[in-house]
């Protein structure tokens, strides 16, 4: 669930597969997406675990909420897929200073309200709800999906650029995440209405 919402290319994942394809300061900026993602999901689940301890009712109601929010997360990346884009990476000119892409990748972590939504919320509720003994397990699981993503996109631009370059593969990634949001949004209302 933690990889097919990071996955979902926004304005963060854009400028980390920017950030690799210029080769700038690469490994600063896949640590402090990482590793913000990581303080998001482990504060969401904890905190999560608490609020959800006091009232059960609320797990019933946050799931149901989540549902929705990715149904709708996926009918926007369904309709992406149906148009043509592809990314654009500046060329030439002088490169950021590190402290100025790090500047940067904190702005389009942090200053974006979908990433409370997605690692506080969403995936924080979701693992606030796995038995206590699971909960370190789960934000290892999620946070290494972080990871693995971040890594792969700014590391690996150099080898998907060819890849993403062409706008039929930026249609068949948009087509999977609206697939596996829609996947993750009923067993989310089987979760809520089953209790299962």
Not at 88 to 117: D, E, I, M, W
Request: hydrophobic content about 60%; charged content about 10%; aromatic content about 10%.
């Amino acid at each position: 669930m933690s990889f097919g919402l990071i996955v979902a290319i926004g304005a963060q994942n854009a400028f980390v597969l920017r950030q690799g394809l210029r080769r700038e300061h690469v490994g600063r900026v896949v640590l402090f997406c990482a590793v913000a993602d990581a303080v998001l999901i482990a504060a969401g689940v904890l905190g999560m675990a608490q609020a959800l301890g006091q009232n059960p009712g609320l797990a019933r109601v946050l799931a149901l909420a989540g549902a929705v929010f990715l149904a709708v997360y996926g009918w926007q990346a369904l309709r992406r897929a149906r148009q043509v884009h592809q990314l654009n990476v500046a060329k030439g000119g002088a490169g950021l200073r590190r402290s100025a892409a790090v500047a940067q990748a904190a702005a389009f972590t942090l200053l974006n309200p979908h990433v409370y939504l997605d690692t506080v919320l969403l995936v924080g509720s979701i693992g606030a709800q796995q038995p206590a003994a699971l909960r370190g397990w789960f934000i290892a699981g999620a946070s290494g999906a972080s990871l693995f993503w971040f890594a792969l996109l700014g590391f690996g631009a150099r080898w998907l650029a060819p890849w993403f370059a062409r706008p039929r593969s930026w249609q068949a990634l948009d087509g999977l995440i609206g697939v596996t949001m829609f996947v993750l949004s009923a067993l989310l209302v089987r979760h809520a209405l089953i209790g299962i």
